[in-house]
């Protein structure tokens, strides 16, 4: 079966043309586009078996993997046998004729078999398929085995020496996995401790250096690799402050003029940059007049305060005069920032802006990384061709329009006289006052007093029928409402009671107009007497 692979990629023309052929012709499978789970475990120890082999033969003839079996005459767009076979396999998997994570296994394979040389020509061909590995479909039953692979590459690459490529694979991890990817994250915000920077303890000998300040300078990369453990330990908090009142206090001594930024060329240095600094004691005075090491220091102060100031975290362990001591000295560092050349007014507002950006993604670790990426909207064909338009409703909204043409249909409609009959107030009221009978067993929150429409259907009724009963409403709620005839005696004896102030107080107000109408008859009457 493997000879009958070998010679398939051996073969020209695209594996689309011949890729799910020679599968039907090696595995013979039960259906005839995609394999079962046994025989596409069957298909994966074949197909790791050959590209075994064809690694092993490629290191003995001392080729490139990559290139292996790609003749001298070929053109440079040809491919060597390797790369085939994985555009093969690629090919079933992104058609789902096989398993999709098998792609991601060969890789990994290919990897842990290769040197560090080859695994960069291995990687580049990852990066030329990333689109494809990052599809839906292959990116679930894979991104677990992907990030494993790169993990290990990872590891087995020096820091110092191997920068660019350790930066491609991070970069391609970057994209390779969604954004809210909680393993990319580092969701418990965990400090690199193991990244110590390394530095003299005893002074050298016959070197005009303040090695105290030296020592002073370089011991504040203790604290810069480990913030939180300041925010526990006052005695730390308070060395770090009096170690870095030290150097703040030389950098403001000791400033640097427009010439110097100038001789400081940051854009030729960022050619040959290196993820540390020197810690020599015999260039403590070069690195005092390089603006791009005071800004480094500078700004490993702003993100250790930054982290320091996040609410949340350490509310409880900051005190009050800890809080006043990292907005003082966060003063000072911007100062300092500022008028280190070049541009520095540039520099220190690129900074607060990329800092005030980090608390975004700061409340966003802390929310749970919840996933923001929006599913793109399908968009709907009309077959017509024709644009489709909103509906426009001719009164207004689709309920108006159809009872509208409703009664166009129906001329005799509006003119029925059972569409305008009022109910009386006794059969209105009547399925409220059974949910008023405890005999009923009615739950409460299934009443028609719950109902709003219903309420206020019924007191409209009232006010025109039964403006004695409406007048209960104030006192009893809509339950007073209800025709005293309807309700049980039990229940009729609640709204039976004493009258209410109000209307005592009316037929007080009545008497006492009778008595006045009782006096202006008198008077008249007496004085009508005398006239006579």
């Not at 010679?7 to 586009?33: D, S």
């Not at 005190?319 to 911007?334: A, G, L, P, T, Y």
């Not at 909207?377 to 909204?397: F, I, S, Y």
């Amino acid at each position: 079966m493997m000879e009958a692979f070998r010679r398939a990629i051996l073969q020209p023309g695209l594996p689309e043309t011949f890729a799910l052929k020679i599968v039907q012709e090696v595995i013979k499978p039960q259906k005839q586009t995609k394999l079962a789970q046994d025989e596409n475990q069957l298909l994966e120890n074949m197909l790791r078996s050959l590209l075994q082999e064809l690694v092993s033969s490629a290191v003995q003839s001392g080729e490139e993997i990559m290139q292996y079996g790609k003749s001298i005459d070929d053109e440079d767009e040809t491919q060597g046998v390797i790369p085939r076979l994985l555009d093969v396999v690629l090919y079933l998997c992104e058609k789902e004729h096989v398993e999709g994570g098998m792609i991601f296994q060969l890789l990994e394979d290919l990897t842990e078999m290769s040197t560090m040389r080859n695994c960069k020509d291995i990687f580049r061909y990852i990066e030329s398929k990333q689109d494809i590995l990052g599809k839906q479909e292959l990116f679930a039953r894979g991104k677990l085995v992907m990030l494993r692979t790169c993990n290990q590459l990872l590891r087995r690459l020096s820091k110092a020496n191997d920068v660019i490529f350790c930066g491609r694979i991070l970069m391609f991890l970057a994209h390779f996995f969604p954004l809210s990817e909680r393993s990319a994250v580092n969701i418990k915000g965990v400090f690199n401790t193991s990244n110590e920077t390394k530095y003299e303890k005893d002074p050298p000998e016959g070197i005009s250096v303040d090695f105290n300040f030296y020592k002073t300078l370089w011991s504040l990369q203790d604290y810069f690799c480990n913030p939180a453990s300041l925010s526990t330990s006052p005695v730390k908090w308070q060395k770090f402050t009096s170690s870095l009142m030290v150097v703040l206090n030389t950098f403001e001594a000791q400033p640097l003029s427009e010439e110097e930024g100038a001789d400081n060329n940051l854009e030729e240095e960022a050619t040959t940059f290196n993820i540390k600094y020197l810690t020599s004691s015999k260039l403590m005075g070069l690195e005092l007049k390089d603006p791009s090491f005071r800004r480094h220091i500078l700004l490993q102060c702003l993100i250790l305060f930054d982290y320091l100031k996040a609410p949340g975290k350490n509310d409880k362990d900051s005190s009050e005069s800890m809080k006043e001591e990292i907005k003082s000295c966060e003063d000072r560092v911007k100062k300092l920032l500022e008028v280190t050349p070049p541009k520095g007014k540039d520099f220190l507002h690129s900074i607060e802006h990329i800092l005030e950006r980090e608390k975004n993604w700061v409340w966003w670790k802390r929310d749970g990384c919840p996933p923001f990426e929006k599913q793109p909207v399908e968009k709907k064909t009309v077959n017509d061709g024709a644009k489709k338009r909103r509906p426009r409703w001719r009164l207004g909204n689709k309920e108006l329009s159809q009872l509208w043409k409703w009664a166009d249909q129906n001329p005799n409609a509006l003119t029925d006289p059972q569409r305008v009959r009022t109910p009386a107030i006794s059969d209105y009221w009547k399925p409220l006052a059974e949910d008023m009978d405890d005999s009923a067993g009615i739950e409460a929150e299934y009443h028609h007093k719950n109902k709003k429409v219903y309420c206020w259907k019924g007191l409209r009724f009232s006010a025109r029928q039964d403006l004695e009963g409406f007048s209960k409403f104030t006192e009893h709620g809509i339950e007073g409402v209800v025709p005293l005839e309807l309700l049980p005696s039990e229940v009729r004896s609640k709204f039976q009671g004493k009258p209410s102030d109000r209307s005592k107080r009316a037929k007080k107000e009545e008497t006492k107009s009778a008595l006045h109408q009782v006096e202006e008859s008198q008077t008249t009457w007496y004085v009508q007497r005398k006239l006579q």
